[in-house]
Structure formats: C-alpha cells, structure tokens
C-alpha cells in the first residue's frame, strides 16, 4: 500500500508556480520522497528526490518539513506540457523493498491556459 | 543518451494464448523492473531482474514470468492470458549498486489487449 496522501486533482494557470503538496507522515528515517509524473498513456518520468534537505533541479523543486512528515513539489512556472498526473513515494534507499515503487493514485495537475 | 525502449508498442492476443514483452534498459543500467498499469488499478510492481537473476516480484501469479539477459535486456512472458491481463505494461531501468537503490527510468510501455 501507499505510504502518501495526495489531494486526487489541482489546477493551475498557464506560467504560475504549481504546488503540489504530499502527507508521509509514516515515513522513516531511511526513507526518501520520491516524486514522478505520468502524462497520458507515456511511462512515469523521474522529477526529483530528497531525504530532508530541500532539493532543486531543472525540472522542479521540493521542500520537505523539518518533521519529514510532508512535502511539497513546486514547478515554477507551469506550462501546458506539464498538465500529468504527479505520483509522491516513500521508498528506502537500501535492501529489498528498495527496488519496488510503490504508487498510489497521484495528484492529477491540470494547466489551464 | 537513448532511454529505456520497449517492444512492441501494442500487442493483442486470445485469451490463452501466450505474450512476450521485451525492454532495453538505458545503458550502464544492470537492472530491470516490470511494472503493471491496468485501466482504474493505478501502477503495480511486478518483477525485478538484476544482473540476470530475479531479485524480487509482486503479487502476481507464476504465469507472470521473466528473464534479463546477458546484455540486460528483458523479456516479460505471460502465459495463459486472461481477459483482466490487458494493460499498459512498463519497463524500467536503474543502476544498482552495493543494495543501494536509484531513480528508475521507465519506458513508454506496450498496450497489452487481451481479447
């Protein structure tokens, strides 16, 4: 089962920052946030992931509460291509159940122009 | 850098019949992993090679079954289809090292039609 809690549906106008927020709050101390999104019948694509420091790539960035407890994906400026379902994970770093991505329903992001 | 490929993009087959899925992992990538996306049941694991050996699976029957090849290619084999096996079929690849774990990379998947 899913160890995260994501809201089923956002919207967001065409350049604005889009946030999406993530509860965990069973989440380890071993344990990362991972973050992907699936646009329409493509395969999920990596985003960003973080174990309690603020993470920033090119693509996203996230910020994760000093409990570790919950998390939020902010696309900076959104735009149309980025309308997709966004899938928050939990997953251990090591070992076994290491290797299995456990997804849960995601948070389906509309841009609206 | 080519990414994770998938074939073929769409398969139908009979029920009973038999279906073979394959996938090229990125290079340098030693693992591979089958994910399952049927219509209203969100993605499920499925299996994970590495190295050539199957290092952990899903909940699903053993007409659910693999390879990974020398060169870290895999085939997904289903045996005995049935009409609840058609779905979006995901392959994914990632480095592995030391039992430590890294992003997955997926593929575009195969449309698994089972009629």
């Known amino acids: 089962d899913a160890k995260t809690t994501q809201p089923p549906s956002m919207d967001c106008a065409e350049g604005r920052a889009a946030n999406l927020p993530c509860n965990h709050s069973?989440?380890?101390?071993?344990?990362?946030v991972y973050w992907y999104r699936q646009i329409h019948s493509q395969g999920p694509q990596y985003i960003i992931h973080?174990?309690?420091n603020n993470e920033t790539n090119e693509m996203a960035s996230l910020i994760i509460t000093e409990d570790r407890k919950s998390s939020t994906l902010i696309l900076p400026h959104a735009t149309l291509r980025d309308t997709a379902v966004y899938y928050c994970?939990?997953?251990?770093?090591?070992?076994?159940?290491?290797?299995?991505?456990?997804f849960g329903q995601g948070t389906r992001l509309t841009i609206n122009p | 850098e080519a990414g994770v490929t998938q074939s073929p993009t769409h398969l139908i087959k009979t029920r009973g019949q038999q279906a073979t899925l394959r996938c090229s992992p990125i290079?340098?990538?030693?693992?591979v992993y089958w994910y399952q996306q049927a219509l209203g049941l969100g993605l499920q694991f499925l299996l994970w090679?590495?190295?050539?050996?199957?290092?952990n699976r899903g909940n699903f029957p053993p007409r659910f079954s693999g390879r990974q090849f020398p060169n870290y290619s895999s085939e997904l084999n289903v045996n005995a289809l049935e009409l609840e096996d058609s779905a979006l079929y995901l392959c994914?690849?990632?480095?592995?090292?030391?039992?430590?774990?890294?992003?997955?990379?997926f593929g575009p998947g195969t449309r698994l039609t089972v009629t």
């Open positions: 994914a690849s990632s480095s592995y090292s030391g039992g430590a774990a890294y992003e997955q990379y």
């Open positions: 994970i939990v997953r251990v770093a090591r070992g076994q159940g290491a290797q299995k991505l456990v």
């Open positions: 290079s340098g990538h030693t693992s």
């Open positions: 090679y590495d190295e050539g050996e199957e290092r």
């Open positions: 069973t989440i380890s101390g071993n344990e990362y």
């Open positions: 973080g174990l309690k």
